[in-house]
């Protein structure tokens, strides 16, 4: 049985499990895709103290060989239910089931979809979530970026790089990106800014996406399309706990404790104004402190 199971490995899981295991705390660490969460979608990082600029896969690598040398466990799967029994926590992970004191929920979020049809059909063949996964499959073409934040603005730079002509497209003309990434972005020639449009269809070809329709009836003939319209967090296997939340986000207290004792979340699953790499890190570290102070 170990003291905590951290469920996610993003940069949040991972930091909590860096500090429970220098402070010889048993933890296992459960994750069901690989080590780094939504970091590794990012083209480049450049708010992230210690590095001008690094990438984020290289990032999320750098810490998992962190985890690595301190020889923390790892487990593969996706957790799927949890129950609280006595004060013990039974995870539901592949076809086990494993017992713990503590857990520490570092989930994040996943991708919002613009929900149209075809979307979901199309990934892997046009669509995507990811420009850093993708983007070379769309060398010397024109694809569309959807989105107004950070995220969008980065992506659709990282892409211009690549692509022929990348075309953003953000419902109004206010955006929520900064105005470092704007002014990069606004000085590519090959970027067109779409402004007070939203993709209304995606259409497809032979299987493939063949373009886009916008909200105003113009047509964009591209073949990529890529969607930063932000991201939800799922909480789902955590219902039957009670755990209070606040659009699936969880509430926790200063020791990022849920409402349910020995049930910690930190990073982006959890309700805040911050959603960052570096918040994420600060709160994954309370959380695990709060776990070291209540095993002294
Ligand atoms: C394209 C992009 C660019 C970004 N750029 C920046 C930037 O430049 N600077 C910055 O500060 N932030 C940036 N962010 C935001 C930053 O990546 C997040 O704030 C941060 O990664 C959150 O970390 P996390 O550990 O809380 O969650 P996540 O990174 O979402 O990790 C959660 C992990 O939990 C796993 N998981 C989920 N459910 C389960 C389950 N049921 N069982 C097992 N495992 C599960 C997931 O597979 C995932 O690996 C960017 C985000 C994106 C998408």
Redesign the pocket.
Known sequence: MYNTII???????MTAAIYLKRANISCLV??????????N??S?????PGFKSID?PSLALNIYEQLTKLEVDMKF????KIENKLGKKLIY?NDEILECQNIIV????K?RELNLENEKGLIGHGVSYCALCDGIFYKNKDVAVVGGG??AF??AYYLSNICNRVFLVHRSSNFRASALNQKKVKAKENIIIKENEQVKKINEKDTYLNSITLSSGEELKVNGLFI?IG?DP?TS?LEGLNIESENGYLIVNENMETNIEGVYA????IFKKV????T?VGEATVAASSIIKNND
């Open positions: 469920i996610g490995s993003g940069i949040a899981g459960i994750e069901k895709s690989s080590p780094g969460g939504q970091i979608k990012a480049n990082v450049e708010n992230y984020g799967g996706e957790v799927s992970v570092a989930t994040g979020r991708p950070n995220s980065e992506e930063y991201s799922d296997f930190c990073g982006d699953v959603y960052q790499l570096t994420a």
